[in-house]
Structure formats: structure tokens, C-alpha cells
């Protein structure tokens, strides 16, 4: 569901939120959410929650955390401490999983257990923590506002990189008492990136792995996600996707390919429970900065369009860039992507890299898988073998 300012679903923000996340469908049956008491919302899936939908079925211990941020919003957190033989080490380094817009931590396990990254971490030795960004269906809580009032969708990814991403880490460094490895896929990269800009998330960060890193959209290939980017821009119609669909050249049933570049290893079968649970909701305020993000060239802050908004909220007419070079030199950082990517496309992962070139000798490692696209690395069947054993690799050598 994709909610607005105003805390109604929109159909029209539905394509280009398929665009820069993880659900390659129409948006159907959208409805306003059904809240009840003290502001919590029913879920959507299993009222039991994540660890007893996915995980513990699967013969994992699992275990539900709720990481508060600092403007309000309630998160579901869960933790997987140990793999499914169990035992071992109780003294394992945490890692923090995060997922893309659209999406919430159950896009990590739509594979088999021993496909799934967040059930492979565990398996080898990693203590697991999910997260679930707000307005998700398990995390659409907050202290005070309720989903049906505006305020609690006033929001884009500025506030996930601001309060969400450090809430988490919070509540994982107060548990474990250690430094936390993190891996993102798509805006959970992007939000990484962002908070590390600010000199978030550093004192308690042990490494960082990308998968199919978003810093900039500046080469997008897709016609359908140029002209979704462009359409948030102006005005936001009823019938955008029924218009947009009908463009001469378009074709607007296989969304994954047409948004996300050709992916070559999906299982139709991992795609179809994919999407039973997909696209989860989000503020109409984020698909509108991912736009800008299009337009733009750039990561910047959610820009207001109107000079005195702009000021008012940061002191200059124009919204704050993100530096990206402003990120830390001693970081580790992993990143992966792919060659057949139509959002994080290759010559845009090559301007972020651009902008690490500075970073010191032996933290930063790079990966490039040719036949890759955007889905792949998160759902590919091979992705265990091409890219989640590097991924491990990175992560055991950290120290």
C-alpha cells in the first residue's frame, strides 16, 4: 500500500515505487489502512509476526524487538541468534539486515532457508537482526499518531537514514554490546550511505556490505522508470498507471524487467510468493524524493520545491547534499552490483565509487557480476554461491 500526505493509498505512486524498490507488480487492491486502538494498525500478514510467519517455521529460534526512534515510530525488529543446528558460540558478531522501499524484512526470505540470506548469516554463525522500515506492515506503530492521521506518513528516506537505521542500531549495541556488521539492498543502501555521510551509525558500525548500491539514478535505462520519475514531479492523476501503461513501446506486465533490468536467476515460483505480500506500504513524500533523486543526478534532502520551504527547513534555498566523501575512510565497505541493473546502473555505481576513492587501502571491496540485475541479489537462486558467500568472506574477516 502506498499511502499519502493525507494517509490515503495512491495508485498513481505505485509505478515508479516499484521503480526504485522491490515490487515488480501493478499495485492492486489498495485500501486505507483499518487501525485500532492507541494508533497500532492489524497486520496485513500473520498477527503472530515475522519470526513466526518465516522464520521459526523453518526451525529457527526467532525472537520479536520493537526499536523506537526518536520521532515516535515503533519498528519491528526480529533476531535470529543462532543457526538452525543451533548451539556454538554464544559470543557471535550481529548483523543488521536491511531491506529496500516497498519492501519490509520478509523480501529476505522468500527463497529456501539455505537460499535466504538472513537464514545463511545465522546458519554460519551470525547473530541476525531484520529490520522493518516504517509504515511497513509491521511497523505502521507510534507513540502518539496513528496511521490514519497525515502526520505519520510526513516522512521520506532522509528520516530512515535520520532516525530509523540509528534506532536499530541502538537497540542491537544495548543487546549485544558490539559493533554491528550491516548489509542493505537498494534504498537500504541508500539510507546507509546517506546516515555515514552525517557521521551517523559510525561508533557503533563494524562493516558495511551494498548489494546493488542506489547513490545515484542519473543513468536510469528503463523508459518506464524515466517516465514514472518524471510524473512524480507533476501533477499525480488517478488513472497515471493506466496512462503511463498505454504509451506506445511500453510494456507494463513484466514489471521486474521492465523497472529493474533482466534479471537472470529468479525462480518463478520465489517471485510469485514474492509478490503475495507485495508492494508494502510507504509515504508518497518518498516516492517524491526518489524522484528528485532521478532528477536531480544527485543525493540530496527532500527538496520542498518552494525556496521559503526550503529555508525554513534547512536555512537554504536549496536542500543540504549528501556527501558521500564525507564518509569515513577506515569504514570496511563491500559492495556488489550488477551489469544488467537498470537502477543501480553500472556507470552510476561508478560515480559512488568515484566518491570513495579515497577511502583507505584495503577497506574498500568491490564486486561486479555481469549477468546481475537488481532482484538478483535479493532473490537470485545462485546469489548463495555468487554473492552471499562473498558477503560472509568480507564479514569473517573483519576484525
Known amino acids: 500500500m502506498i499511502m499519502s500526505a493525507s494517509g490515503f493509498p495512491s495508485l498513481a505512486l505505485g509505478c515508479f515505487l516499484l521503480a526504485l524498490v522491490v515490487a515488480p507488480h501493478v499495485v492492486h487492491g489498495l485500501s486505507r489502512s483499518?487501525?485500532?486502538?492507541?494508533?497500532?494498525?492489524?497486520?496485513?500478514?500473520?498477527a503472530a509476526g515475522l519470526c513466526a510467519s518465516e522464520i521459526t517455521i523453518h526451525g529457527y529460534q526467532c525472537q520479536e524487538f520493537d526499536a523506537v526512534t526518536k520521532d515516535g515510530y515503533i519498528l519491528s525488529v526480529q533476531r535470529i541468534p543462532e543457526g538452525r543446528a543451533g548451539g556454538g558460540s554464544t559470543n557471535k558478531q550481529p548483523v543488521f539486515v536491511q531491506h529496500g522501499v516497498l519492501a519490509d524484512g520478509s523480501a529476505w526470505l522468500v527463497n529456501l532457508p539455505e537460499q535466504s540470506l538472513?537464514?545463511?548469516?545465522?546458519?554460519?554463525?551470525?547473530?541476525?537482526?531484520?529490520?522493518?522500515?516504517?509504515?511497513?506492515?509491521?511497523?505502521?506503530?507510534?507513540?502518539?499518531?496513528s496511521p490514519s492521521n497525515p502526520k505519520f506518513w510526513d516522512w521520506s528516506w532522509d528520516e530512515l537514514a535520520a532516525f530509523d537505521l540509528p534506532a536499530v542500531f541502538d537497540l542491537i549495541h544495548e543487546k549485544t554490546g558490539k559493533k554491528v556488521h550491516y548489509v542493505g539492498h537498494s534504498l537500504g543502501t541508500t539510507i546507509a550511505l546517506a546516515s555515514l555521510s552525517e557521521g551517523k551509525l559510525v561508533d557503533k558500525l563494524q562493516s558495511v556490505a551494498l548489494l546493488s548500491p542506489v547513490a545515484y539514478l542519473t543513468h536510469i535505462t528503463t523508459a518506464l522508470g524515466i517516465i514514472a520519475a518524471r510524473s512524480f514531479l507533476g501533477e499525480l492523476v488517478a488513472d497515471f498507471l493506466e496512462a503511463l501503461c498505454a504509451r506506445p513501446g511500453l510494456d507494463c506486465y513484466d514489471f521486474l524487467t521492465a523497472f529493474s533490468g533482466p534479471n537472470c536467476c529468479l525462480n518463478v515460483s520465489t517471485v510469485d510468493l514474492f509478490l503475495k505480500?507485495?508492494?508494502?506500504?510507504?509515504?508518497?513524500?518518498?516516492?517524491?524524493?526518489?524522484?528528485?533523486?532521478?532528477?536531480?543526478?544527485?543525493?540530496a534532502k527532500y527538496n520542498y520545491e518552494i525556496a521559503d520551504f526550503n529555508m525554513e527547513h534547512y536555512g537554504d534555498a536549496r536542500p543540504p547534499v549528501y556527501n558521500l566523501s564525507n564518509i569515513p575512510h577506515n569504514v570496511s565497505m563491500f559492495l556488489s552490483y550488477g551489469g544488467q541493473d537498470a537502477l543501480a546502473d553500472p556507470k552510476d555505481v561508478q560515480l559512488l565509487l568515484d566518491s570513495l576513492k579515497l577511502h583507505d587501502v584495503g577497506k574498500l571491496t568491490v564486486q561486479f557480476v555481469k549477468d546481475y540485475a537488481h532482484m538478483d541479489f535479493l532473490m537470485g537462486l545462485n546469489a548463495k554461491d555468487i554473492v552471499y558467500s562473498q558477503v560472509l568472506s568480507f564479514f569473517k574477516n573483519q576484525h
Not at 119 to 136: E, K, M, P, Y
Open 277 to 299: 505480500n507485495y508492494p508494502q506500504s510507504t509515504s508518497m513524500k518518498n516516492l517524491v524524493h526518489l524522484s528528485q533523486t532521478v532528477r536531480d543526478g544527485g543525493l
Open 34 to 46: 483499518l487501525t485500532q486502538g492507541g494508533g497500532a494498525v492489524a497486520p496485513s500478514a500473520s
Open 118 to 145: 538472513p537464514l545463511i548469516l545465522a546458519d554460519n554463525g551470525f547473530d541476525v537482526w531484520i529490520a522493518n522500515s516504517r509504515g511497513t506492515q509491521f511497523s505502521r506503530r507510534h507513540t502518539s499518531l
